[in-house]
């Protein structure tokens, strides 16, 4: 168990929090969805209503180690300021730390904030350099992490500053760490795992790893083909992971020596091309058009789908069943989404496109828990120590 911002005294003193404010703007500068900023609140009010000086820090986008206005988080400081009701402060530096910064924190009173630039217009902030982390705690007396999306990274921000600063977790990672954890290791049985998206080698850890654990699994989405291929199906112009289809025969033997039910798709909704108005039809599994590409999952894979979900009692569901981003291939992913809705489970969404298809579906508050983070959930899975949490003071 890691300490929590509850386990130190923290008023009267600057307290230096990494959030995770990586969210999508559109072309006017505007966030089109908040989900992150609204996640970090129940630590920045309870620090700011315990009377600390709250120094808040985020990356956003990729702006590659240099100043780019385009990512600057100043629009993200006014939708905290809106969201908390009171003003957060911007301090403007693209280097993020100066002289003015450190005016700027030393001028904060209790129960204040203020944000500073994104992290990444420091190419020091990703290299995890020991300055940089010495700059930002320079800033502040305890360190609190709260970026579960970033935790899998060491970075300046996420481990390095820990190097100089008591550091204790915020509420979204105390939470994240708790299900996910307990999703693992001491979960109500039986035990579903549903793997979706894309690549087979980028998830083969985590399928090797689940397997030690898990009941049954699920794998459909993009990934299914490439064991479809190895079976000796015709899958056309679907996606096809060369790596995975060397490692399939291992993770199918694998399966049956731990006596976990592996579920497949069997049948497919498969279209000439990656578009919304392409020609598409259903067909069995095995009987795939040479000529068209996997795009989702078919209706009688969502019923099999449905019904081993309704056996569980714990979920974990990670990648989407087909091509969601598109109305015409969503059905599949809708209806793993529906059947956890309804689930008389724990049911945990491991971030990533999963999260995106159950707020897009309307069906986020259903869930038991969403991860915030994509690779950090899937590395947490896999059983990896996250940088970001490991760096955290024991209880």
């Not at 998830?203 to 993009?222: F, H, M, N, R």
Request: charged share 25%; proline share 4%; net charge negative.
């Amino acid at each position: 168990m890691k300490k929590t911002v509850k386990d130190v005294d923290v008023k009267g003193k600057r307290v230096i929090v990494r959030c995770d404010f990586n969210v999508p703007i559109d072309d006017e500068g505007k966030i089109t969805d908040e989900t992150r900023v609204t996640a970090s609140l129940p630590t920045i009010e309870y620090l700011l209503g315990q009377g600390a000086r709250v120094v808040l820090m985020s990356h956003m986008g990729r702006p590659d180690g240099a100043p780019d206005m385009k990512y600057s988080l100043k629009v993200v400081a006014d939708s905290l300021s809106r969201h908390l009701g009171r003003e957060v402060a911007f301090a403007a530096s693209p280097e993020v730390v100066d002289d003015n910064v450190r005016a700027a924190v030393a001028a904060l009173g209790d129960g204040q904030a203020l944000l500073l630039e994104n992290l990444r217009f420091r190419k020091e902030e990703t290299k995890n350099d020991p300055e940089f982390a010495k700059d930002l705690a320079g800033l502040a007396d305890v360190y609190v992490n709260d970026a579960f999306g970033t935790a899998h990274r060491a970075h300046a921000s996420t481990a390095g500053v820990a190097a100089y600063l008591p550091a204790v977790s915020g509420f979204l990672i105390e939470k994240e760490v708790k299900f996910l954890g307990e999703a693992i290791e001491n979960p109500s049985r039986p035990l579903l795992a549903i793997l979706g998206g894309a690549k087979v080698g980028d998830k083969i850890p985590v399928i090797e790893s689940l397997l030690d654990k898990v009941d049954a699994l699920i794998i459909a989405g993009g990934m299914s083909y490439t064991f479809f291929k190895h079976r000796g199906y015709e899958i056309g112009t679907s996606l096809l992971d060369e790596k995975g289809l060397a490692l399939a025969p291992k993770l199918l033997a694998k399966a049956q020596e731990k006596g976990v039910r592996l579920v497949f798709a069997v049948d497919a909704k498969v279209a000439r091309e990656r578009a919304n108005d392409s020609e598409s039809l259903y067909c069995d599994a095995d009987k795939m058009p040479a000529d068209m590409m996997g795009v989702d999952i078919g209706p009688k894979s969502a019923a099999i789908f449905a019904e081993e979900i309704k056996k569980a009692k714990t979920i974990i569901w990670n990648g989407p069943m087909g091509v969601f981003e598109m109305a015409n291939f969503a059905a599949g992913t809708r209806a793993v989404a529906e059947a956890m809705a309804e689930a008389d489970a724990v049911t945990i969404i491991g971030g990533g496109d999963s999260a995106a298809a159950v707020e897009q579906f309307g069906l986020a508050g259903k869930m038991t828990h969403i991860s915030t983070g994509g690779g950090a959930s899937l590395e947490f899975l896999e059983g990896k120590e996250l940088p970001g949490v490991a760096v955290l003071q024991d209880k």
